[in-house]
């Protein structure tokens, strides 16, 4: 079964792009975050074949360019030796127009090529894993006003974002929708998990309180039996008395509602806690 990851990035790839200014941003993202730079070629690894193909297309539809691909360590391997490839790669780096779409597909082409994104099932984390100098991308990032940070692994410069809300928001700006929702919809389970759960722990220590204050209001009337000494209670914390050993797993307000004539559960209260100070006091 394919991971996450790599399900998002398959669907990327498959995204249709019309303008030839976006198509080069899409393969200047790939090749800057992903690519070695060398002396007389350029390497291109990843384990995505969909990528590899996507930068295999993006060459010949805007430049006719031509490369190799090869099955290498377990990924795909894209070599570009042609010279005349090279050449216009090399030419028109910086100087091609843009439009105002053309940054979300480089954004795009950086995350295909570098990216990782757990599933969301067990924690929020979207990274951004590369070699060369990360300023740019860090200037790009910031004008999108993400919650991300930056770190050193190794050799590498890590661009990453724990935060939800800046994840699905790198997420739709990309073009990854079923990414982003899915992920949405993952938060939305896990805090109805949360807030079940924190409703049911309050309710099991409001139990568990129930039952030791019980067990104190009878443990203090069977010590005041065991002393003959109940019938030295007043007639009302009498009555409470034996109605609580009487009715022991009734909740207080019941227990209040079953008195002649009713009491309220606050008068209730008053009165175990009388019977609780009595029964400790032998004077």
Do not use: W
Request: a neutral charge.
């Amino acid at each position: 079964m394919i991971s996450f990851s790599l399900q998002t990035k398959i669907a990327l790839t498959e995204l249709h792009t019309k303008s030839l200014c976006c198509k080069k941003s899409l393969l200047y993202g790939l090749m800057f975050y992903g690519a070695k730079f060398g002396i007389s070629d350029i390497t291109f690894f990843t384990e995505c074949e969909e990528a590899a193909t996507l930068m295999e297309r993006l060459l010949l539809e805007c430049y006719g360019g031509v490369c190799d691909i090869e099955y290498h360590n377990g990924g795909f391997l894209l070599t570009i030796s042609d010279f005349d490839t090279l050449g216009a790669l090399a030419q028109d780096r910086y100087k091609y127009r843009q439009c105002n779409k053309c940054q979300a597909h480089y954004i795009r082409g950086v995350f295909i090529a570098c990216g990782s994104l757990n599933s969301p099932d067990s924690s929020y984390r979207l990274e951004l894993r590369f070699k060369r100098n990360g300023e740019e991308l860090v200037e790009r990032l910031r004008g999108m006003n993400l919650n991300f940070h930056t770190t050193l692994r190794g050799n590498d410069n890590v661009i990453y974002i724990k935060e939800s809300e800046s994840i699905e928001d790198f997420l739709n700006y990309i073009g990854a929708m079923n990414a982003a929702f899915t992920l949405m919809n993952e938060k939305i389970k896990r805090e109805i998990r949360n807030n079940v759960n924190r409703a049911k722990n309050c309710d099991t220590a409001n139990i568990k309180k129930s039952i030791t204050a019980t067990n104190i209001h009878i443990d203090a009337i069977l010590r005041l039996q065991d002393d003959n000494r109940i019938q030295l209670l007043p007639k009302p914390l009498q009555e409470t008395a034996g109605l609580r050993l009487a009715f022991p797993d009734i909740s207080l307000s019941d227990l209040a509602d079953i008195h002649e004539p009713k009491i309220t559960k606050s008068g209730l209260n008053h009165r175990l806690k009388k019977i609780v100070e009595f029964s400790y006091n032998k004077e």
